[in-house]
């Protein structure tokens, strides 16, 4: 949620980041919400004019005579009347700003590139090249059931479509990528968190995602205000709600450990194929909060962390600033880095990271002391992937894929698997 006083002092502002983000000005009503905070600042006087006005009168009436005195008290019996009805019109009108408020994206980053679709991003740079096969290459679908280690029509007869079992090595390779994740990362300062997979409505909400409605990316539990968590960042993100944290606590940085859940709809279509968009996945995702100064250093620091832990995996990849149509409501900037998937010959996403600024901290009330008695003030919050289980696990699969469809498996990870080189073919 953005500050009201900015959108107040820089309106045109806000106008040109919702009209870069391609969103539909009569549904992201900046004169609405204006209108609706002038409705609310004019009865909000009223009741502070009144409040002062019976003060005065209350601690008067001791000093009157008799006549003026019940005079005095008669008109402060109508005060509390009247400020008993505006009061209730103050907190109607208040709720009506907020809802507005809340639908309101946050502050494009001056370095985030124009455009509609992830087809506008802008490439960064790139690492590594991708592998020259003397041998058509198999996507992971197939790879994984030569090697008999993914499983997905076993997965549709017991959950639905976009499920799967991963088996064998397949299910060591998840394990060891989480427990890789955490070796590269607590050395940096990340203090990891095993999550819940359920939160309540109120934190998705806080977070950004839609947890009602037709544009829910996510389950909700019948019959309760729980719903499946899309990523740690949410629950992470709910960890530290109405709290206020010491300037020394900061910069405080979690490595959460989640399953996701997402409903993915109307998710078809080759690229979409496999392991690329499920229902269901296991991750590991950075979180960060901070002072609001070194956000922007934060963000770079967490792309670079995600960039070293695709290099020692040895996945080509390619990093992008996401355009302005592409972001998400509640962040300022967001890095993409896309690993080379032979199987779609073509980059597909395997990471991201966002710098969300204080929005996220707005609605989940999360704050810090600069010092000893100084006003609270919102810290920033910003995340990012570490490692999304199943699309890290195509990229091994289809660029460490070999002739009879066997596939390497990367060095790093080889301790973590007991010695385990290669997982092989077996049909």
Not at 127 to 133: K, M, R, T, V
Not at 376 to 400: C, D, K, Q, W
Request: aromatic share 6%.
């Amino acid at each position: 949620m953005l500050d009201i006083k900015l959108i107040r002092e820089d309106p045109n502002r806000i106008r040109t980041s919702i009209l870069r983000r391609n969103l539909d000005a009569s549904k992201v009503d900046i004169d609405a919400l204006l209108a609706a905070d002038a409705r609310w600042r004019e009865a909000e006087k009223r009741v502070n004019e009144l409040r002062a006005r019976r003060n005065e009168l209350s601690s008067s009436i001791k000093t009157l005579q008799a006549n003026a005195r019940q005079a005095a008290i008669d008109e402060v019996k109508e005060l509390k009347q009247e400020l008993g009805s505006l009061e209730g019109e103050v907190e109607t009108l208040a709720a009506e700003r907020d809802e507005l408020l809340r639908l309101m994206p946050n502050v494009l980053a001056d370095d985030v590139p124009d455009g509609k679709t992830d087809e506008e991003n802008a490439e960064i740079s790139r690492w590594g090249e991708p592998p020259s096969f003397d041998f058509e290459p198999r996507d992971h679908v197939e790879l994984g059931q030569i090697t008999d280690t993914i499983d997905f029509d076993r997965a549709a007869k017991v959950t639905g479509s976009n499920f799967y079992f991963l088996k064998r090595e397949a299910a060591l390779l998840e394990q060891a990528l989480l427990a890789f994740a955490a070796a590269q990362l607590v050395g940096e300062g990340f203090i990891p968190i095993a999550t819940p997979d359920l939160a309540r409505a109120e934190v998705l909400e806080g977070i950004g995602f839609a947890p009602r409605g037709p544009e829910r990316q996510v389950y909700n539990v019948e019959e309760s205000d729980l719903c499946l968590v899309g990523t740690a960042e949410i629950t992470v993100g709910g960890y530290h709600a109405d709290e206020i944290l010491s300037a020394e606590q900061l910069p405080l940085r979690y490595l959460g450990f989640s399953h996701c859940f997402r409903t993915e709809a109307g998710a078809y279509g080759r690229e979409s194929r496999g392991l690329y968009r499920v229902h269901q996945f296991s991750k590991a995702e950075m979180f960060i909060l901070c002072k609001e100064d070194d956000s922007t250093t934060q963000h770079e620091a967490i792309r670079d962390y995600e960039e070293r832990l695709l290099q020692a995996l040895r996945i080509p990849y390619r990093v992008v600033n996401v355009c302005a149509g592409d972001l998400g409501a509640p962040a300022a900037k967001k890095y993409d880095i896309e690993a080379w998937m032979p199987g779609r010959e073509a980059y597909g996403e395997v990471t991201s990271c966002s710098n969300c600024l204080d929005y996220q901290a707005r609605r989940l009330k999360i704050r810090y002391r600069p010092e000893a008695k100084a006003s609270p003030r919102f810290v920033h919050l910003l995340n990012g992937t570490a490692l999304a289980i199943s699309r890290t696990m195509i990229a091994i699969y289809e660029n460490n894929q070999r002739a009879d469809g066997s596939i390497a498996i990367p060095e790093v990870l080889q301790p973590s698997l007991g010695g385990l080189s290669e997982i092989p073919a077996r049909r």
